[in-house]
């Protein structure tokens, strides 16, 4: 952890929020995080729908097989990862989602 930071400190991924918000003020809005534990960083969030995650994803140039894929919560949510370097700073994109539950269908069922 970083003590002491000032938010001038926190200038870096500040203005490439604030370019991402000129630049790509169309696409849905993310959860957006900044951090004295990581100053270099800014972190956009996408909850319950990876739809977001993909069109920010595309918009930022970023392959798709940069993502990186797991499951959590017993395998009932999936998680998107990916960084990429933008402005100077380390765009940290993570998309959550419900795993799709099978539908068992009992034979004989009317």
Avoid at 65 to 80: F, I, M
Wanted: proline share 5%; aromatic share 8%.
């Amino acid at each position: 952890m970083s003590d002491g930071l000032t938010l001038d400190e926190l200038a870096v991924p500040l203005r490439a929020l604030r370019l991402l918000t000129t630049d790509f003020g169309h696409l849905p809005a993310p959860s957006v995080h900044v951090s004295t534990i990581y100053p270099e960083r800014l972190e956009l969030t996408f909850y319950d729908d990876l739809s977001g995650f993909e069109l920010w994803r595309e918009a930022l140039g970023i392959a798709p097989d940069a993502v990186t894929y797991g499951e959590q919560n017993a395998s009932r949510t999936r998680v998107l990862q990916v960084t990429v370097d933008y402005a100077g700073t380390a765009v940290h994109l993570t998309g959550y989602a419900d795993v799709a539950v099978p539908v068992s269908v009992e034979a004989g069922a009317a």
